[in-house]
């Protein structure tokens, strides 16, 4: 009857891990397409002109 109980429980421990893990894997996918998403926007960000070395008129 323990090695039942034991049995179950160990199930139902591996299968809270397995859903745990599917669930910060999807986040953390999210979160990266998130950050992804943002790359070159912010203070002091250049267009892609400015990458591609097209002059432009000088910042006051």
Not at 1 to 21: G, P, W
Not at 48 to 60: F, I, L
């Given at each position: ?21 599917k ?16 790359e070159?926007m912010?203070p002091?960000?250049?267009g ?13």
């Open positions: 009857m323990l090695s039942t109980l034991c049995h179950v429980r160990e199930t139902e421990i591996t299968d809270s891990l397995a859903r745990a893990e669930k910060v894997e999807g986040e953390f996918s999210k979160e990266m397409k998130r950050v992804r998403g943002k070159g912010g002091g960000c250049r892609p002109e400015r990458r591609a070395g097209a002059s432009r008129a000088p910042d006051r």
